[in-house]
């Protein structure tokens, strides 16, 4: 069996995104609307995985569980927080707030949306404004 699973593992690894979503299909129903196909990968290979040797242990499951909602990146930094970025020539500046953040008057729901909206095209927030590793 781990033979099976460790080929199947390495047809999606080469597979494009058509194949991927193709094999998605077949396996899982529906596939996601994703354009990436790194993440398409990852996904069907912890499936095809988890099918075979079983999902996470009941134990990952109750900490999972107990983590709570994922809080939008950026908001750790505190209500009043103010990142800051050079962007074409003019200086851009979002502040935190407790549901968001704020840039030229309007509110957005994550710093992802406000650098999209700030560059006019999609854009991590985060990285956006430096608070990731570019590596």
Do not use: C, Y
Request: glycine share 8%; no cysteine.
């Amino acid at each position: 069996m781990k033979d099976d699973v460790e080929a199947m593992v390495a047809d999606i690894e080469v597979m494009d995104l058509d194949a991927l979503r193709d094999h998605w299909r077949r396996r899982n129903g529906a596939p996601p609307s994703l354009r990436s196909k790194p993440i398409m990968r990852q996904l069907l290979a912890w499936r095809v995985q988890a099918e075979a040797f079983g999902g996470l242990a009941p134990e990952t499951r109750k900490a999972l569980a107990r983590t709570g909602a994922v809080q939008a990146e950026g908001r750790q930094l505190g209500v009043g927080a103010r990142l800051s970025r050079n962007w074409k020539g003019k200086e851009v500046i979002v502040t935190v707030e407790a549901d968001g953040f704020r840039w030229n008057d309007k509110s957005f729901p994550s710093l992802s949306a406000a650098a999209t909206a700030i560059a006019g095209s999609r854009w991590n927030g985060p990285r956006f404004f430096g608070l990731r590793d570019t590596r």
